[in-house]
């Protein structure tokens, strides 16, 4: 940590795409000394050509760690073990990943003796929300520069078109064009676009915006078939019965899960959400191996966990979800709900069997030691050890409630 802490130093979230290439500059503009920090979170980058930039641009150092094993374990696993999913269908991948960066921007920020960071995020969106929580339960005394919310930059700025022609005017390449101007943030979990010409609901996305998968329509007619390991609820062995490959190690793992989605065109949604600020937005996401995932780990902890337990779990899984959507990873709440979520996991072990075909994930087959499926229980060839005339009585009582509900309605008629 830097012995003293200086005022016009400033480390920013730095991605080399439009917002952030002219907010770079625009600091400097401002008197202030920057430090460009990115996040290696498994997207497909060409990190020196951003770093590069970052110093043509006037950053005084571009930092670049190296997180994919941390978002693997620290945060996509937990994930998992919470069948996370916000509003029924979004998987979390921008979300999940930005209390990793912000803990590691937050981290810069202290080696480097900065009093403020800052990002390019908008002031309608959830990242200034995740990043900026994230930071000042990391930080309590860190100062946050958000251009998009300061009069000085957003009078200047009405959108995006002042942005490229601010780029323009000061040289800086970009790698979105006017003809395809709509917003991408990418890391080893999934890809999110939004904006341009996403923002019209009843606008059909371009058949050729993604970029982690296939089309559905174009995928392999040859299923692939996989056998999926789960140990504590997270996975620890992918096997595919196709081609015999194994892979073991969480992030090979998890790339290699990515590999088999993408090419038969798993994970692909397209979504009007509700973010965290009050307005819906609409995005298109593509989610390949996590959507593997949570379809082999639903199937396993069903088979695996007590029908009540797993009430009371789901309720946390659905606010493991909005606490992550809405920023909260570090608050005491999600560290409680995570805490409890892994200890639900105890006995969530054993093997999924799954065919990933055009899109869709099927489940094949499950074992684990640990099954609470008693098959001889129930058989239909087998009485075992259950009384048939029990549910007689089982069924009148709980019909009890509905005999008086239709007398009361009778009555008041």
């Known amino acids: 940590m830097a012995d003293t802490v200086r005022k016009d130093l400033v480390v920013l979230a730095y991605s080399g795409g439009l917002d952030t290439s002219c907010i770079l500059v625009w600091l400097k503009e401002q008197?202030?000394?920057?430090?460009?920090?990115?996040?290696?979170?498994?997207?497909?980058?060409?990190?020196?050509?951003?770093?590069?930039?970052?110093?043509?641009?006037?950053?005084?150092?571009?930092?670049?760690?190296?997180?994919?094993?941390?978002?693997?374990?620290?945060?996509?696993?937990?994930?998992?073990?919470?069948?996370?999913?916000?509003?029924?269908?979004?998987?979390?991948?921008?979300?999940?990943?930005?209390?990793l960066i912000a803990r590691e921007m937050i981290k810069v920020a202290k080696e480097v003796g900065a009093s403020h960071v800052a990002h390019g995020a908008t002031g309608k969106g959830?990242?200034?929300?995740?990043?900026?929580?994230?930071?000042?339960?990391?930080?309590?005394?860190?100062?946050i520069l958000s251009p998009w919310r300061l009069p000085e930059f957003y009078n200047r700025f009405q959108g995006r078109d002042d942005l490229f022609e601010y780029a323009r005017m000061n040289g800086i390449p970009l790698p979105v064009?006017?003809?395809?101007?709509?917003?991408?943030?990418?890391?080893?979990?999934?890809?999110?676009?939004?904006?341009?010409?996403?923002?019209?609901?009843?606008?059909?996305?371009?058949?050729?915006?993604?970029?982690?998968?296939?089309?559905?329509?174009?995928?392999?007619?040859v299923p692939e078939v996989l056998v999926i390991e789960f140990k504590n609820g997270v996975p620890v062995k992918v096997t595919n019965k196709t081609d015999s490959t194994e892979v073991t190690d969480p992030l090979e793992l998890f790339l290699y899960l990515n590999q088999i989605g993408g090419r038969n065109g798993v994970g692909r949604i397209d979504i009007v959400e509700n973010r965290f600020i009050g307005m819906k937005s609409r995005?298109?996401?593509?989610?390949?191996?996590?959507?593997?995932?949570?379809?082999?780990?639903?199937?396993?902890?069903?088979?695996?966990?007590?029908?009540?337990?797993?009430?009371?779990?789901?309720?946390l899984d659905s606010q493991f979800s909005e606490q992550v959507y809405r920023g909260f990873w570090f608050s005491p709440e999600c560290e409680f709900t995570r805490f409890c979520i892994n200890k639900s996991q105890d006995s969530v072990e054993g093997k999924v069997?799954?065919?990933?075909?055009?899109?869709?994930?099927?489940?094949?087959?499950?074992?684990?030691?640990?099954?609470?499926?008693?098959?001889?229980?129930?058989?239909?060839?087998?009485?075992?050890?259950?009384?048939?005339?029990?549910?007689?009585?089982?069924?009148?009582?709980?019909?009890?409630?509905?005999?008086?509900y239709c007398r009361l309605r009778e009555n008041s008629a």
């Open 353 to 404: 069997t799954v065919k990933v075909y055009k899109g869709g994930v099927y489940i094949l087959a499950r074992e684990s030691p640990f099954s609470l499926y008693n098959e001889e229980l129930v058989s239909m060839n087998v009485q075992g050890e259950y009384n048939p005339t029990d549910a007689g009585g089982f069924i009148k009582i709980n019909a009890l409630r509905l005999r008086e």
């Open 126 to 143: 959830n990242d200034q929300i995740r990043f900026e929580l994230g930071a000042y339960a990391l930080h309590p005394t860190i100062k």
């Open 31 to 99: 008197g202030y000394e920057v430090v460009a920090y990115l996040a290696n979170v498994g997207q497909d980058e060409d990190f020196e050509a951003i770093r590069a930039k970052a110093l043509k641009f006037g950053a005084t150092k571009m930092v670049i760690p190296d997180l994919k094993k941390e978002f693997v374990e620290e945060f996509i696993w937990p994930a998992v073990q919470a069948n996370a999913v916000y509003e029924d269908r979004y998987l979390l991948g921008t979300a999940l990943a930005r209390p």
């Open 283 to 315: 995005g298109i996401y593509e989610t390949p191996g996590a959507t593997i995932l949570l379809t082999a780990h639903t199937d396993i902890e069903v088979f695996t966990m007590d029908r009540e337990m797993r009430k009371v779990k789901r309720s």
């Open 177 to 221: 064009t006017k003809s395809n101007p709509w917003s991408m943030d990418a890391n080893m979990m999934h890809v999110s676009y939004e904006s341009g010409v996403l923002e019209d609901p009843n606008h059909q996305a371009p058949d050729d915006i993604c970029q982690m998968t296939v089309n559905p329509e174009k995928a392999p007619d």
